[in-house]
């Protein structure tokens, strides 16, 4: 599965942008969609996922309330809306995949979270300018 994902931008503190994942050659029906961002010097770290049937949706801590997931299957897409971003946003977003159920940290466990998806692509540059 290979996805592309899009709509990085710099954007001013509490602003808005919408990053897109999409996939080539295939549909994104049977996976459950992830999205992590890596801000300079620091590790990889998850911020949303959303299960294949999109019942189940969950958010890191920080973006409640201001991120929202959603999947068009219509256009095979599944989009990350961004509101109020703040500076600590700032990041390379990743849109990755999972068979079905979205993945769940396993602590002690030999794979790491990233280590359950797959389809890790370029990223977006998501700047945030406070």
């Known amino acids: 599965l290979q996805l592309v994902v899009s709509g990085g931008d710099l954007v001013q503190s509490g602003g808005s942008l919408r990053l897109s994942c999409a996939a080539s050659?295939?549909?994104?029906?049977?996976?459950?969609i992830g999205w992590f961002r890596q801000a300079p010097a620091k590790n990889r770290d998850g911020v949303s996922c959303?299960?294949?049937?999109?019942?189940?949706?969950n958010y890191e801590d920080s973006v409640k309330g201001r991120f929202t997931l959603a999947r068009d299957k219509a256009r095979n897409i599944v989009y990350l809306q961004m509101n109020s971003l703040k500076p600590e946003d700032e990041g390379v977003y990743y849109c990755v995949a999972a068979p079905w159920a979205c993945p769940k940290e396993s602590p002690g466990a030999p794979e790491s979270l990233e280590e359950k998806f797959s389809g890790w692509g370029l990223g977006t540059q998501v700047t945030v300018s406070s």
């Open positions: 050659g295939d549909t994104l029906d049977d996976y459950a």
């Open positions: 959303i299960s294949a049937t999109g019942v189940s949706i």
